[in-house]
């Protein structure tokens, strides 16, 4: 089944908030609308109301409205002004030569270059020059020609100040609905995403390094929270502008904006070419992000070590490659951007300008077609804004093409295979285990377990023993389906547990690890890990029953004392205690301890064994072993080789046989005797 395209699934995550966006892109189209009105607004005051005032002007019989203008005791009214009451006495042109005002008799033309010599003005058209001879009006008597234009124009004016408040009201809830729905849309992603970390299989994390999944989980989605911000708030915004823009222009002068029409297709190949190389440059810098997020995490972890074999250096080398890396390719992307963004912005309004001025530069050249000085200003006005929105789109490219590189990597995590979470709860169950012809490996056909059967009686304390690579652990894992086998089956108390979900396989085991894991928080959230169906009375209980208040009460919060991450300000012996006094709290009907003893002095291993003992009590335990002397009370002991179970008994029988089991245990002993 062919996968759908990064871009249509982070369009299928914005349609899951669909009704803000909806809203917040028709309060923008709204908001836009009104800001564009200020051209028109502006052609309006300059052609009607400024230049507007020449022309033909009618004397009238007498002062009958604001639109009358007295002069020389006489009472005139522009030609568009007029009612049908008005009784006309003669006609009049109203010319401007210069900074100069004339007043004529009759009506004269209106285009074409004017000159005036005592009075006497010329008007030169295409063909002829006419003649006329006109009245000078003073500085003082031509105000009285544009008084009243004053009241129109506050108007026009107020009106355009409305206009603005209004947008911006428009324009600020546009701005809280596309920036509330980007945070949603990432909020959704970043759950989606750490719910599918815990469906994947145990051994994608084994191949992984945290730092890189770390990466996908953060980084990767901050860049993808950027794309929404950016895509909605600006290329959107910055698309129904430039859209506004054009219905404008072609409301003004549509043979113009047919030609700056060019300027689309132009832009879509611009932003195919930034994105066939921005493409490529992301994914070696999101890859090496991660790899540098997982370097800093291993650096962190294993600081201790670095220092002990003055590792320093070299840490340090492997860490200035990949940050070289990072650095190369991010400089290939800045000059990606400067040749694509402002420059080539800049070019192209220029080159535009020059089209325009040529256009009615050679336009004025007849007569008939010259445009109005308001006219002018309009187009000039949206064309500087025409360019506005297509910088801010072109400056968006890297941040466009960096987040869609980050939700590939981030769909390709979620594309991996998972299982339903199903804590459905199943009867606790009583630990009878059987493996019936198990055979396991981690790759391909290396099996690690061949052909494995065994069985434990619940209530039995078994132990598992064996060299390093025996098989031990994997057993382990198995049971707690952290993998599936390839060969056999394994059931408990009968139930296959392949029918069962992971979780519900689970919820009646325990663990104890040799090296036991605390989380931040406090010492009873990690014995309850949260969990309400452990009490803070159950936890402290399970906590004395294991022996571990003997070092709480010493702290000054006791039970409530902080924990930091990974639990290293306690004693191995410390954190061991309070692991078990978590298996104990969950009342486990499986218990596996994994050499839990292994790392424990002989003094810490004392109270250890105590709280063995209180956790074995009605379950069954499963003992992955490295001190022989540990388990030599085990219900039954199973030795193993290669994966095969070699030699099983108790401690007894398996010394009377006097087979490896004998030899690895008289080692141990010896061991122990030289160290006395």
């Known amino acids: 089944m062919r996968k759908k395209s990064t871009e249509?699934?982070?369009?299928?995550?914005?349609?899951?908030?669909?009704?803000?966006?909806?809203i917040g892109i028709l309060f923008l189209i709204i908001a836009t609308a009104l800001e564009l009105a200020g051209p028109l607004i502006a052609k309006t005051i300059i052609d009607d109301h400024i230049v507007?005032?020449?022309?033909?002007?009618?004397?009238?019989?007498?002062?009958?409205?604001?639109?009358?203008?007295?002069?020389?005791?006489?009472?005139?009214?522009r030609a568009d002004r007029m009612n049908e009451e008005d009784e006309i006495i003669s006609t009049n042109s109203l010319l401007q030569i210069g900074k100069e005002y004339y007043l004529v008799e009759g009506e004269v033309p209106i285009l074409g270059e004017r000159t005036v010599e005592d009075n006497t003005i010329s008007v030169k058209s295409q063909e002829e020059v006419t003649t006329f001879t006109g009245q000078k009006i003073s500085v003082s008597d031509i105000y009285s020609f544009f008084q009243p234009e004053q009241r129109p124009i506050l108007w026009l004016l107020a009106l355009y100040i409305g206009l603005l408040l209004i947008a911006g009201i428009f324009q600020f809830y546009k701005t809280f609905l596309l920036q509330q729905a980007s945070n949603q849309i990432v909020k959704k992603m970043r759950n989606d995403i750490f719910e599918h970390t815990q469906r994947i299989p145990i051994n994608y994390?084994?191949?992984?390094?945290?730092?890189?999944?770390?990466?996908?989980?953060?980084?990767?989605?901050?860049?993808?929270?950027?794309?929404?911000?950016?895509?909605?708030?600006?290329?959107?915004?910055?698309?129904?502008?430039?859209?506004?823009?054009?219905?404008?222009?072609?409301?003004?002068?549509?043979?113009?904006?047919?030609?700056?029409?060019?300027?689309?297709?132009?832009?879509?190949?611009?932003?195919?070419?930034?994105?066939?190389?921005?493409?490529?440059?992301?994914?070696v810098i999101r890859s090496t992000i991660s790899e540098i997020n997982g370097k800093i995490n291993e650096a962190i972890q294993g600081m201790t070590i670095i220092q002990a074999f003055r590792r320093e250096k070299q840490t340090k080398k492997e860490f200035e490659e990949l940050n070289t890396r990072h650095f190369k390719y991010q400089r290939k992307l800045l000059k990606l951007s400067a040749l694509t963004s402002y420059n080539?912005?800049?070019?192209?309004?220029?080159?535009?300008?020059?089209?325009?001025?040529?256009?009615?530069?050679?336009?004025?050249?007849?007569?008939?077609?010259?445009?109005?000085?308001?006219?002018l200003y309009a187009i000039v006005d949206l064309l500087t804004r025409l360019f506005?929105?297509?910088?801010?789109?072109?400056?968006?490219?890297?941040?466009?093409?960096?987040?869609?590189?980050?939700?590939?990597?981030?769909?390709?995590?979620?594309?991996l295979d998972g299982e339903e979470v199903n804590q459905k709860e199943i009867p606790r169950y009583k630990g009878n285990i059987k493996f019936d012809n198990v055979s396991f490996a981690y790759e391909k056909e290396e099996y690690v377990l061949k052909d494995l059967s065994l069985s434990i009686k619940d209530g039995e304390t078994v132990a598992f023993v064996g060299h390093t690579g025996s098989g031990k652990s994997s057993i382990m894992n198995l049971l707690f389906r952290f993998y599936d086998p390839q060969k056999g089956i394994i059931t408990i108390d009968g139930h296959d547990t392949s029918n069962w979900s992971r979780q519900q396989v689970r919820s009646h085991m325990g663990i104890v690890l040799q090296d036991p894991f605390l989380f931040s928080g406090t010492i009873i959230s990690n014995v309850t890990m949260n969990d309400p169906k452990i009490s803070r009375e159950r936890a402290i209980e399970a906590l004395k029953t294991v022996g571990a208040d003997r070092?709480?009460?010493?702290?000054?919060?006791?039970?409530?004392?902080?924990v930091t991450e990974g639990g290293s300000t306690y004693s191995l012996g410390e954190r061991q205690l309070i692991s078990f006094a978590r298996a104990l709290a969950f009342d486990p009907a499986i218990l596996i301890l994994d050499e839990a003893t292994a790392n424990i002095d002989t003094e810490t291993e004392n109270v250890i064994q105590?709280?063995?003992?209180?956790?074995?009590?009605?379950?069954?335990?499963?003992?992955?072993?490295?001190?022989?002397?540990?388990?030599?009370?085990?219900?039954?002991?199973?030795?193993?080789?290669?994966?095969?179970?070699?030699e099983e008994g108790n401690h007894e029988q398996l010394i009377a046989e006097k087979g490896t089991y004998y030899q690895m245990y008289k080692m141990q002993q010896g061991i122990s005797q030289r160290a006395v």
Do not use: C
């Open 388 to 415: 506005e929105p297509v910088n801010d789109i072109v400056n968006q490219l890297p941040l466009l093409e960096q987040a869609r590189v980050a939700g590939g990597r981030v769909f390709e995590l979620l594309d």
């Open 205 to 283: 994390y084994v191949n992984q390094p945290a730092g890189k999944i770390v990466a996908r989980v953060t980084n990767d989605t901050e860049a993808i929270r950027d794309l929404y911000e950016r895509v909605l708030s600006i290329i959107v915004t910055s698309a129904i502008y430039m859209a506004g823009i054009f219905v404008a222009l072609f409301i003004l002068n549509a043979k113009l904006a047919v030609w700056f029409l060019l300027l689309i297709p132009l832009l879509l190949v611009w932003m195919r070419f930034y994105k066939f190389f921005g493409t490529k440059y992301n994914k």
């Open 344 to 375: 080539l912005v800049t070019v192209f309004r220029n080159i535009a300008f020059v089209a325009f001025i040529w256009y009615f530069g050679t336009g004025s050249l007849n007569l008939e077609t010259i445009i109005s000085i308001g006219m």
């Open 8 to 22: 249509k699934r982070l369009f299928q995550y914005a349609l899951q908030f669909k009704k803000k966006i909806i």
């Open 551 to 562: 070092f709480i009460e010493k702290l000054p919060k006791k039970y409530d004392e902080r």
């Open 52 to 77: 507007g005032i020449e022309g033909t002007w009618y004397e009238i019989s007498g002062d009958n409205d604001r639109n009358t203008v007295e002069f020389n005791k006489r009472y005139y009214k």
């Open 610 to 646: 105590h709280a063995l003992e209180v956790l074995k009590k009605g379950r069954t335990t499963l003992v992955i072993a490295h001190r022989l002397s540990t388990i030599q009370q085990a219900d039954n002991i199973f030795v193993l080789e290669h994966g095969k179970i070699i």
